[in-house]
């Protein structure tokens, strides 16, 4: 057993340090950017009298920070070299991750809006896998940022329950073309205000609750029958996450991608990817937080000796650096095995350690940032430091990508033998009047 960093990716942390340092630091400081980052970053980024959207100099900044990196080879590093990247590997892309955000907040890398140098691109190998022939071309045009598209799957009353959705596409011919007409409502679609299309999902055959029958629909964003509500604001500002309707939208047989009436496998086609990254990301986050306490309570003296001589304040961070350490080697480990399996025999056999790696990953990072502000007092939490960012933002991803409950229904599935690699013929769980499996699906918010 060896668990050193593989040296090529050692070596790639210096080559990131050090383009940081180069490319991504000054044009942080230029033009007092540094307002998207310190006290300021809330309001700087927000346009609190146009819905709560992002505003258009901070999206303009991110895109330039994404440029830069793209430029650098940087930005696509997880994306095979077909389209431009260097076929980053699991265990690679989650110690990237947690190595940028351990640095704390900064254009390298904020994940407020999935921002960061490398990116994680799901999308793109969903078009890689999923797209027909004559679809092909769009995952070209989504790396040029010509075709940007949300992904339509959850709606105002069925999150994780998604087979249950109420959003209807039926066979519907329109000046002599074979079509789809759907009507239904939408919510939490992240990034529609500079959307192109809709990934679309609706109910096209079967019953509530079954599996098959939903299939995936490409939209246009600016379908006059697609109506934005109103965008949602959250506990992390700001916001672009609508509420929308979509009323006797039509759209051509060609709008269906990946399998007719199996839509919901693009759904679970990267969720492993992005659980474990996200999970280096949260531990990432909080060994900053951890580490920043550290240095505030060797520093700080109240009633003439170091905050850090009381055990009140040292009990607390040795419980968080404790879970930190474990939790990054267990997610190494699972991005490493990850790496040596095909995407159906990580969702047989490792889709646990995932979900154990994402769920406590993610409380963590709230925990740690928690306590920072605890230990920082008046300054922890005030927004010159940077932890309540830190705690609004991670909080969300203890609902998002699969809630936490919904993940430890996962592990549950597995170590009991209903799921998984153990699967030994119990039921699988609940069934309502009909018959049909209650078990909610674990890639939706609620």
């Known amino acids: 057993m060896d668990f050193s960093i593989p040296k090529d990716i050692s070596d790639y942390l210096i080559v990131l340090d050090q383009f940081i340092e180069d490319k ?3 044009l ?3 033009d007092d950017n540094i307002r998207f980052f310190d006290h300021r970053r809330e309001w700087a980024r927000t346009d609190f009298e146009n819905q709560g959207l992002p505003r258009k100099e901070w999206e303009e900044l991110l895109g330039k920070a994404k440029r830069l990196a793209d430029e650098a080879g940087h930005f696509r590093f997880g994306l095979p070299k077909e389209y431009g990247g260097q076929n980053g590997s699991n265990l690679a892309m989650a110690i990237i991750r947690e190595h940028l ?3 704390g907040l900064g254009l390298h890398n904020d994940l407020q809006n999935e921002h960061s140098i490398v990116a994680n691109y799901p999308q793109i190998l969903m078009l890689r896998d999923f797209a027909r022939e004559d679809q092909k071309h769009l995952a070209t045009a989504a790396l040029e940022g010509k075709f940007r598209a949300t992904f339509g799957l959850t709606e105002p009353n069925h999150g994780s329950d998604a087979t249950h959705m109420e959003t209807r596409a039926v066979r519907h011919k329109k000046d002599g073309k074979d079509g789809w007409l759907i009507n239904g409502e939408k919510m939490w679609i992240t990034g529609m205000h500079h959307a192109t299309h809709m990934m679309c999902f609706a109910r096209t055959s079967g019953e509530d609750g079954d599996a098959r029958g939903i299939t995936c629909l490409l939209v246009p964003a600016d379908d006059p029958g697609i109506e934005i509500l109103e965008y949602m604001w959250t506990f992390n500002m700001p916001t672009d996450h609508p509420r929308l309707t979509i009323k006797d939208v039509w759209v051509p047989d060609s709008a269906v991608f990946g399998p007719p009436e199996g839509g919901l496998a693009l759904a679970q086609h990267f969720v492993h990817e992005n659980r474990i990254r996200q999970a280096a990301s949260s531990v990432g986050a909080a060994l900053f937080c951890i580490d920043e306490s550290i240095d505030y309570a060797n520093t700080r003296a109240p009633f003439g000796k170091k ?11 040795v419980e968080l650096a404790s879970e ?3 939790l990054r080697l267990l997610i190494f480990k699972t991005a490493w095995e990850m790496d040596q399996m095909s995407k159906p025999e990580v969702a047989i056999k490792l889709s646990d350690k995932v979900s154990m790696c994402n769920y406590r990953a993610n409380r963590l990072c709230c925990n740690a940032a928690d306590r920072a502000m605890q230990i920082h007092g008046g300054m922890g939490y005030s927004r010159h430091t940077p932890f309540e960012h830190i705690y609004r933002h991670h909080r969300r991803y ?12 996962k592990v549950a599935g597995h170590i009991f033998g209903f799921m998984g690699a153990q699967k030994h013929g119990q039921s699988r769980g609940d069934k309502d009047a009909k018959g049909k499996s209650t078990e909610p699906t674990d890639f939706a918010v609620r």
């Open 28 to 30: 942080e400081q230029q």
């Open 398 to 409: 203890r609902i998002t990508e699969g809630s936490e409950e919904i993940q430890m229904r």
């Open 101 to 103: 955000a351990r640095k």
């Open 324 to 326: 930190a350490e474990m």
């Open 24 to 26: 991504i630091k000054p």
């Open 307 to 317: 905050l850090s001589t009381n055990q009140a304040i040292q009990f607390p961070i």
